[in-house]
Every structure is written in structure tokens, then in C-alpha cells.
């Protein structure tokens, strides 16, 4: 590979994961680059990154053991940013759905949309190195299960951390489930699961669309 090619894999790598690009230091970005290129060598496509975090999980990065999660955030935000913009469900429509509909009710999340389950708390991580984040810049470094949804409600790529309710209600809708069994799954989860709740939030965040067929 030619070192403007390498020059293009930094760049793109870069562009993609800007967060891991800045806590791991220029010089070893690069050196992850580097490697990162025998198995993947670039190729210019969009996508190009699409395996960067289970290589970082494979390396074992034993003193920023966050590191493969921060990077799996940073795609689904990469991809988040993409992503083709489809027509949502209201509020209103969602809430018009009849009790005796929701066994045979399937729903879609937005392209946009993606979620992740972490054991670091990697959304904060990302959200204290944002343009013009004005908060204390402090992450706990701690090992906790934390759920984290990326979406696109607008024209920003929003990443929130939900309940375990909410992230089984929207996972088990992306992989296909009815609203009857999303409903149970999210129950089964966390006791206290309201769907009207769920799907109010759902709605305002833009999440949900019609499935196709």
C-alpha cells in the first residue's frame, strides 16, 4: 500500500472514529491503522471501518480496555449519520393502534437508528469530547451494563443511554418481533415496562416506522 493510500485509510479511520483517534494519541492511531489495513486494506468505500471495533477487541488494548466499545459507538454514530431518512410514525398513530393488534403489529426502527449494549460507560466517553460540550469533562471509570441508543431525529446524531426495558422493547422491534412480543420481551426485562410510555418516547425521538411488507 502506497503512503498516500495509507494517508486515505488515516484520514477515513479518523473521520470515523474521531473520539478513539483522540484518546488513544496520533502516533497510535496510526499504529492501529496500520495493522488494521493487512486484514482490511482500504478501499474508499463509505463502510470502510465497518470491522475496526472487533479488531480493537481482538488486539486486547489492555490499558483502555473501553477502547472496542467506544469504537462500535463511534460506528453506529458513523452509520447514524448515513443513514437514508424515512417517513416516522406519529404519536398519535402509534397510540390508535387497538390492544387486540399488537400480536400481529410489526413496526421498523429509522435506518438512523442503532443500539448497543456496553459494559463501560463509552456514551459519555463520546459525549464529553463533542464540539462545545460545556459540562464537567469527568467519566467514572467504572465496569457497569449500560444501554446506549443512537438516532437521528433531525439533522444530529443523538446518543442516549436508556433502561433495560427500553433497549429490549426497540431490540426485539429491529430484529423482526411483533409489538405484542416486543411488549413481553421489555416486561420480562424490567417489571415496570410502560409500552404507552415507551411509545410516546419513541415517537418523539423519531424511531419507529412502518415495516416493510
Not at 24 to 40: C, D, I, Q
Not at 114 to 129: D, F, M, T
Request: net charge negative.
Amino acid at each position: 500500500m502506497s503512503d498516500a493510500t495509507f494517508a486515505s485509510a488515516v484520514q477515513a479511520l479518523r473521520a470515523a472514529f474521531p473520539v478513539v483517534a483522540t484518546v488513544t494519541g496520533p502516533h497510535r492511531f496510526r499504529e492501529y491503522v496500520a495493522l488494521y489495513r493487512s486484514p482490511y486494506p482500504y478501499d474508499g468505500s463509505p463502510q470502510y471501518g465497518d470491522e475496526f471495533a472487533e479488531f480493537l477487541d481482538v488486539m486486547q488494548v489492555e490499558d483502555m480496555p473501553y477502547l472496542p466499545e467506544l469504537a462500535q459507538l463511534e460506528w453506529l454514530v458513523h452509520c447514524a449519520r448515513q443513514a437514508d431518512d424515512v417517513p416516522t410514525i406519529d404519536a398519535a398513530t402509534l397510540s390508535a393502534i387497538p390492544t387486540e393488534k399488537f400480536g400481529e403489529t410489526r413496526l421498523a426502527l429509522h435506518p438512523s437508528a442503532g443500539l448497543q449494549q456496553a459494559g463501560y460507560p463509552v456514551a459519555r466517553l463520546w459525549e464529553i469530547h463533542q464540539p462545545g460540550f460545556a459540562g464537567q469533562p469527568t467519566v467514572e471509570a467504572v465496569i457497569v451494563r449500560n444501554y446506549i441508543l443512537v438516532n437521528r431525529p433531525g439533522t444530529h446524531v443523538e446518543v442516549s443511554t436508556i433502561d433495560e426495558g427500553g433497549y429490549a422493547f426497540l431490540n426485539a422491534i429491529a430484529r423482526g418481533a411483533t409489538l405484542g412480543e416486543a411488549c413481553a420481551l421489555a416486561r420480562a426485562a424490567k417489571a415496570d415496562f410502560d409500552l404507552a410510555e415507551a411509545l410516546q418516547d419513541a415517537a418523539a425521538r423519531r424511531l419507529l416506522c412502518t415495516a416493510a411488507g
